[in-house]
């Protein structure tokens, strides 16, 4: 058996990064089936997305403390049973009660994300952290493309609990890689702080970590936007079909992957605020332009999809250095920072998405969709600018 303080390899760290988002969108084309065969309001089933969603922002909260004081390896091998078993008891619910339940513990699985990126920054020199971040990254533009298709080929072959036999079967699998792969990185020195559940209120008031966090939020909450907002800009807009909705909106997860492939090549080579900030202007420049041929009039589907494709290009520069630096602020509190700027990504993005749909109607759809994305991304920008300031003028802290 090897040796259980050795770090997992990447793949295994990929394979856990991946499954995140598959538990989210994977059985999407099964809920009017789940609906109908529970008996149950079709927006009460819908509470398995939105719902699903609050809970992984409060999970995020509490694993990376969690992780901090107890270990890494402990705190997903519990995450992983509790997944697998949540999954197990989906695929066999009788009631939409039950089923919902369940589902809201299947929540779980978002640590193989969280700390994920803190074994890596366990394991790793910040830069050369931030690279890998960006490689492993793609799994989470790869997993989202894939999983709707592999979830309504399962639900049309074998029906809609079949999706959830599959998220128990892969919990499970992966359970028994993490047991044998997965050794402890978590840092053998801790100070008192990070037994405590005052880890939280340290980093809250790291004013650097808040410049980290709130980039990420901002570059990930345009992405939030532009999914809320393009299917009604391709239907007002541009009466495009939906098979054609499906490649724009794949356009800007082919952006990220591509922008999360420029950061694994570049990033070991530089401090993380120069991706940073290569990133966001990237994405503001993209949708500036964007925006400047909508204003004069050009309405043309290819050119509005293709400035949105920077926010993806943009995101996977920029992402993978703000997650590294956020848990840089205080290293040994990996695991908490990134909770907390997960939980704080994801809140954002549910507001930034509440926004976007109170503010688009037919007529304005095109023009208030670029105008907010940018605005969002000008906020992440703004935030690495801030961040700059501080650290010009404030020692990093262990």
Known sequence: MPARTSPPRLSTLVLLTAFSPLSLNMFLPSLANIARD????????????????????????????????????PVLLAAL???????????????????LAFRMLQGAMISG???????IRDTTPERQAAGLIGYVSMAMAVAPMLGPMLGGVLD???GWRANFYFYAAGGLALLVLCFFDLGETRPARLDAGTRTAGALLQLAREPRFWGYALCTAFSVGAFYMFVAGAPLVAEAAFAVSTAELGVFIGSITAGF??????????????????MMIAGRLVACGGLAAGLAIVSLGVHNPILFFGSTLFVGLGNGITTPSSNTGAMSVRPRLAGTAAGLSGALTVASGAVLTTLTGVALTAANAPTTLLSLMLATSCGGLLSVLWLAR?????????
């Open 38 to 73: 529970l008996e149950a309001d079709y927006t009460l089933v819908s509470f398995a997305v939105s719902g699903y969603l609050a809970v992984t922002a409060a999970i995020q909260l509490i694993a990376g403390p969690l992780s901090d004081r107890f270990g890494r390896r």
């Open 81 to 99: 049973a509790i997944f697998a078993f949540a999954s197990a008891m989906c695929a066999v619910a009788q009631d939409i009660w039950t089923f």
């Open 113 to 119: 994300y969280t700390l994920s990126l803190a074994i």
């Open 156 to 158: 049309t072959a074998f």
């Open 257 to 274: 992957m591509a922008g999360g492939f420029i950061t694994g090549r570049l990033a070991p080579g530089r401090p993380p605020r120069t």
């Open 390 to 398: 501080l650290e010009r003028s404030t020692p990093r802290r262990l």
